[in-house]
């Protein structure tokens, strides 16, 4: 099955600086990678999602990109705003298909004014 | 449009106790889901129904059972509660299609504890 794993597990950034959040996956043949960001104390929401047939997608300050050959992606986030704090989580197909995915372990992003 | 709406927000229970957490959803979606979150280790998938009469299970999904009632409604049941169900309980719901995969909707999970 899936293996995703998140790096870094904490981030801090200053205001109006970029951040960069990677996770690797083991299983060639996934094809959708999303990502997930939960505010506190709140239900985790799709901010973007990228599928295979791409490499890069973007919308507004956010962005992925997708490595196939090193089976990794990332979510960029430019001119961070305190807004942007946040749990940040990646996601992957699940064994099996079916709509399931695995998480990643969560990335806490902080920005400071 | 509620979305995706759990009961209760929140639940104390004592070792050995059932109990069962209520999922609904009124975007017409196919697929649902029960997600355990803790402490630096994500969210993990217990259950999953692709649809109405249909379960499959997920990463963890020992000691617990889940029913797809209807379309709407996907419950997860406790039948005799451990300290390590201890966690932040999310179901979510998707709509399909063939071949592809869509964005979840999560509901505002349930804190639930286990003494």
């Known amino acids: 099955g899936e293996n995703v794993e998140q790096h870094p597990s904490t981030l801090s950034v200053q205001e109006g600086d970029s951040a960069v959040i990677k996770c690797t996956y083991s299983d060639s043949a996934s094809n959708y990678f999303p990502w997930y960001k939960q505010e506190l104390g709140k239900r985790p929401q799709l901010i973007i999602d990228i599928r295979s047939n791409v490499g890069e997608k973007k919308d507004q300050r956010i962005a992925v990109t997708l490595n196939k050959t090193a089976k990794h992606f990332s979510l960029h986030i430019t001119e961070t705003q305190p807004e942007d704090s946040a749990v940040y989580f990646c996601?992957?197909?699940?064994?099996?298909?079916?709509?399931?995915?695995?998480f990643g372990t969560g990335t806490q992003l902080k920005v400071e004014l | 449009n509620a979305g995706v709406t759990q009961t209760p927000k929140f639940q104390v229970l004592k070792t050995g106790q059932s109990m069962t957490l209520q999922c609904a959803q009124d975007?017409?979606?196919?697929?649902m889901y029960w997600y355990r979150q803790d402490p630096g280790m994500g969210l993990r998938l217990i259950y999953y129904s692709a649809s109405e009469g249909t379960t499959d299970k997920g990463e963890v999904p020992n000691g617990y059972n889940v029913s797809r009632l209807n379309k709407r409604e996907f419950s997860l049941r406790l039948e005799s509660a451990a300290p390590s169900q201890t966690s932040v309980y999310f179901c979510?719901?998707?709509?399909?299609?063939?071949?592809?995969?869509?964005?979840?909707?999560f509901g505002p999970g349930t804190r639930l504890t286990v003494l």
């Open positions: 975007m017409n979606h196919n697929s």
């Open positions: 979510a719901s998707s709509g399909r299609l063939a071949g592809g995969y869509n964005e979840q909707f």
């Open positions: 996601a992957g197909p699940f064994e099996g298909g079916g709509n399931k995915l695995t």
